[in-house]
């Protein structure tokens, strides 16, 4: 049995930051065993579930399988419900099993809060599971198609009014969405969209209360401009079905009420038997120790931790620098090296007010509309590549801005219809037999001889680079580093379209190849004149080169996926750069054995 055994607690952010760090400081211990217990197979991106539920993001666009996130490091990873966490004996406990531990990292997230309010968590929708999203999502469409039917105009207005409680920025960015996705709804079903009422129901005085208060301005004019009503300073005391009731006495009727007015700690969490503070979270030292045992760390929403700012607030860099500390400390418990204390460094907030505005005040910078909004999705960017490496950024771009439902530009709705490779793959062969064919005529007129065939021309060449149309910067070039270097960059050139047109032929990183192939078309562009009889002429004009640019561009949509090598190639090329980004190193042979047995 394993000298150390670590186990944690949850997969969410700050769970999978917690597995892949503690991979990082022990991968070389063999007598440490890390395991991570979660009830879902995968992780969620909490963060965007106003997208699922507001129908911009499909949920397949939040979902990660977390056994793809560990593959390659050392935590083990079980699929299982813990009913108990049995502190004094140092084991978790399911219907299934028991799992002992020395260290207990609990990772379990958060739920929603109701304060104690009659009525709210039996009539209210919540936003804090992909669950929750997708019963929003239905609840919409549901209202919309009784609505549709309607002919009562009291009752048709009470199903068409949508009310979200807690103006923090859970509400104001599911607001953002249910605004754009019902105007698409009323189109539908043929509802004038005046006849939609959007409010934002807030306890505070001001909503967005992180935000400096010229960020909260715009934030408000936007959605005072786009039909949203704000009310603040308007406790809720009681909600019916389809009823919400307001301190000051008055109330809403509403088809649809979201609440999303703050979170506690999950049940489970404040029934393991450790100390609480506010919210059911768990008390923790400056090391995010349990203030009762010192080998079990709690981070995230689950963590009570003060600092001179006050409580630590639940936010995806909070979970995810706590995460960092508690696998920096359990390291160093077991390396018998100092700890170290926790320092949170919050960078900033931003919030999304549907797929085109967004207000964010990141390192003192206040952002708003577009600046805002990419600044946004580049902190998503970030956090995910913190979780799941480069397949979580290439799985966000997808579904963010080549899928999403809503707010793509004109030209992207375009570019991303759907094809079959294997049309592509007739051009890609047509494509490879001209830069072979290219490349061996080059050869036979003696391009590798070590005979200069570039050059100005007094010097005999049979290509000359500079004539009277070409760009002065690309004259320059020519003249200075090809001219001086013209055995081999012409050695170069044959060399590249023999390549060429082996990674067409063969459909090997047919991507690559098509931006090198597009390369090579501009460049030959670009220069003044060309060996008679070559099918690739360096003309501006020449209708040769427009249409390998114009192929070589097609080449970069998958080409070399159908009857080509890339069909093989590119699924290990990703396991290659999964294992490098857990393991900083690379292991061919091991690899190998590994897509092989998946293939089993």
């Given amino acids: 049995m394993p000298q150390k055994r670590i186990v944690i607690l949850g997969a969410g952010f700050g769970g999978l930051t917690e597995a892949k760090a503690i991979h990082k400081y022990l991968k070389n211990d063999q007598d440490v065993d890390i395991l991570m217990v979660n009830q879902s197979p995968y992780h969620v991106y909490l963060t965007e579930l106003h997208e699922v539920a507001g129908s911009r993001v499909s949920e397949d666009g939040i979902l990660v399988p977390i056994e793809h996130v560990l593959e390659h490091t050392k935590v083990r990873f079980v699929q299982d419900t813990i009913k108990t966490v049995d502190v004094d004996n140092h084991k978790l406990i399911s219907d299934e099993a028991e799992y002992p531990f020395d260290y207990l990292i609990v990772a379990c997230g958060s739920q929603p809060a109701y304060f104690g309010i009659p009525g709210m968590k039996e009539n209210a929708l919540t936003l804090w599971s992909l669950d929750d999203a997708k019963k929003i999502h239905q609840h919409v469409l549901d209202v919309f198609e009784q609505a ?84 603040t ?154 979780v799941g490496g480069i397949e979580s950024i290439v799985k966000y771009i997808k579904y963010h801005f080549f899928q999403s439902n809503r707010g793509r530009p004109m030209i992207i709705k375009h570019m991303t219809v759907k094809s079959q490779t294997f049309w592509l793959s007739l051009i890609r062969f047509f494509l490879g037999l001209l830069w072979i064919t290219e490349g061996i005529t080059k050869v036979q007129d003696g391009w590798l001889s070590g005979y200069a065939k570039i050059g100005d021309v007094g010097s005999g060449a049979s290509l000359q680079l500079v004539g009277p149309s070409t760009p002065g910067w690309y004259a320059w070039i020519a003249e200075h580093i090809i001219y001086p270097n013209a055995i081999f960059f012409q050695s170069l050139i044959v060399l590249t379209e023999l390549a060429l047109g082996l990674m ?88 190998i054995k590994h897509v092989l047995k998946k293939d089993q």
């Fill in 504 to 591: 067409f032929i063969f459909g090997f990183l047919t991507f690559i190849g098509g931006i090198i192939s597009a390369f090579m078309s501009i460049n030959f562009m670009l220069s003044a004149s060309a060996s008679a009889g070559a099918a690739v002429t360096p003309s501006l004009l020449n209708p040769g080169n427009l249409w390998i640019l114009v192929l070589s561009i097609a080449m970069l949509g998958g080409a070399g996926r159908a009857f080509g090598l890339d069909y093989y190639f590119m699924p290990y090329l990703k396991e290659l750069i999964r294992y490098y980004q857990r393991n900083h190193r690379l292991a061919l042979i091991p690899l």
């Fill in 233 to 386: 300073d308007s406790p809720i005391t009681e909600v019916e079905p389809g009823i919400i009731h307001l301190k000051s006495g008055e109330t809403i009727k509403a088809g649809t009420f979201i609440w999303t007015g703050g979170v506690e700690a999950k049940d489970f969490v404040k029934n393991i038997g450790l100390r609480t503070g506010k919210r059911g979270k768990i008390e923790v030292n400056k090391y995010m120790q349990s203030v009762d045992d010192p080998n079990i760390y709690v981070i995230g929403d689950d963590a009570y931790f003060v600092t001179e700012h006050g409580e630590m607030p639940a936010l995806v860099e909070s979970a995810m620098e706590s995460a960092e500390c508690a696998c920096y400390n359990i390291a160093a418990d077991i390396h018998g090296q100092p700890k170290k204390e926790f320092k949170l460094e919050l960078r900033g907030v931003m919030v999304s007010i549907g797929s085109t505005y967004a207000v964010a005040h990141v390192m003192n910078m206040k952002m708003s509309g577009v600046f805002a909004l990419l600044m946004k999705h580049l902190v998503n960017l970030n956090f995910l590549f913190g």
């Fill in 148 to 231: 549709s039917k309607e002919k009562d105009p009291a009752k048709r207005k009470e199903l068409l009014t949508f009310v979200v409680g807690g103006g923090g920025f859970t509400g104001v960015e599911m607001m953002g969405e249910l605004r754009q996705w019902t105007e698409v709804l009323c189109k539908r079903y043929g509802i004038p969209k005046e006849e939609r009422t959007l409010i934002i129901v807030e306890a505070l005085p001001k909503i967005l209360p992180n935000l400096p208060d010229s960020l909260i301005e715009k934030a408000k004019n936007y959605m005072t401009k786009k039909g949203i009503n704000i009310m």
